[in-house]
C-alpha cells in the first residue's frame, strides 16, 4: 500500500474522518478516509472517476475512542493531545528562498516578520512548516507542512497523528477556514481570530472549545469546493454555540486582498 496511504489511514483512526487530495491520482480533494469505531475498521476510497483507489483496513481501538461525548477538560483528553511535538528536524525558512516566496505569494510573510506565526522550513521533505500550538496555550503540538516541490504529495503534512487546529488573530468574531494560510489573511481583519481545520472536518477537540461561547459570532468559510460541508459544519455548531453562519467565498481567501476579504465577512454582519 502507499505509504501516504498508510499515513492518512492512520490519521482517520485518530481523528475519526479524512478528506484530501489523493496520493494516488493526484485529483483534487477526492480521497476520503472514515474510522468506523463500531467495526474497528477505516474505510477509504478516491471519489476521481479514474482512480480505482479504494478498500478498507482494520486497526485497533484508538485513544480517542476510549472517550464518550466531547472532552470536558485537559485531563479528559488524550494523552497524545497533550504531548508537544519535537521540532529538531526543522530548520530556519530565513534560508530557504523558496519557503520565503511562498509565504509572500499566500500573503503570510508581512506575519512572519511580526513573529506572529511560527514557520519553519523541513529539508528532508521540502516543505514550508507552520508549527501548530495549543488552542489556549503556547504548547507547540503539531506542524503542518505545505510541499514546495510542484507535484509533490500530499500537498499538506500534518507531522502528528492529532488535529491541528490552528488559531491567530484577537477578537470576538472566528472564521472557520480549511488551512492556516487563509486562517493568517484573515486574522489580518480588526477583531477577527482566523481557525484553520487544517482540511474540511471540524475535530471533537475544536468543538469542544467553540462551545465555550468564546466568540460572539462564528462563520464558517471553507473553500468554494466544499460549501456543503460548510453547511454541515454550521449545523453541528449551530445547536451548542449562540451565533453561526455560513460564508461563501469566490476564491480561496488566501488569493483575496484585504478589501475583498472585508468586503465577504462584514457585509454579512449588516
Not at 474510522?35 to 481501538?61: H, I, P, Q, W
Amino acid at each position: 500500500m502507499n505509504q501516504d496511504i498508510e499515513y492518512l489511514l492512520e490519521e482517520a483512526s485518530e481523528v475519526g474522518r479524512v478528506r484530501t487530495d489523493c496520493p494516488t491520482c493526484g485529483s483534487n480533494n477526492t480521497f476520503s478516509a472514515m474510522y468506523l469505531s463500531t467495526s474497528m475498521v477505516v474505510v477509504y476510497n478516491c471519489f476521481d472517476a479514474s482512480c480505482e483507489v479504494k478498500g478498507s483496513k482494520r486497526v485497533g481501538l484508538q485513544k480517542n475512542n476510549l472517550h464518550k461525548g466531547l472532552f470536558t477538560n485537559p485531563q479528559d483528553c488524550p494523552m497524545m493531545v497533550q504531548e508537544e511535538l519535537s521540532t529538531s528536524g526543522f530548520t530556519d525558512i530565513v534560508s530557504n528562498g523558496k519557503g520565503l516566496e511562498y509565504l509572500k505569494k499566500v500573503q503570510c510573510y508581512d506575519l512572519y516578520e511580526q513573529n506572529h506565526i511560527d514557520v519553519r522550513y523541513d529539508p528532508r521533505q521540502d516543505r514550508v512548516v507552520f508549527l501548530v500550538k495549543d488552542l489556549q496555550n503556547d504548547r507547540i503540538v503539531n506542524a503542518v507542512g505545505r510541499t514546495l516541490r510542484p507535484s509533490g504529495k500530499p500537498k499538506w503534512f500534518k507531522y502528528a497523528k492529532t488535529s491541528a487546529d490552528y488559531k491567530i488573530g484577537c477578537g470576538n468574531i472566528a472564521v472557520l477556514v480549511e488551512d492556516i494560510p487563509s486562517a493568517c489573511v484573515v486574522s489580518k481583519l480588526q477583531g477577527i481570530v482566523g481557525i484553520a481545520l487544517c482540511g474540511t472536518i471540524l475535530s471533537e477537540l475544536l468543538l469542544h472549545y467553540l462551545t465555550k461561547n468564546i466568540y460572539k459570532k462564528i462563520w464558517v468559510c471553507l473553500d468554494k469546493d466544499a460549501t456543503l460541508k460548510s453547511m454541515n459544519i454550521c449545523d453541528t455548531l449551530k445547536h451548542r454555540v449562540k451565533d453561526v453562519g455560513v460564508l461563501f467565498p469566490e476564491v480561496d481567501l488566501k488569493n483575496m486582498n484585504e478589501e475583498e476579504i472585508e468586503k465577504l465577512v462584514y457585509k454579512n454582519e449588516i
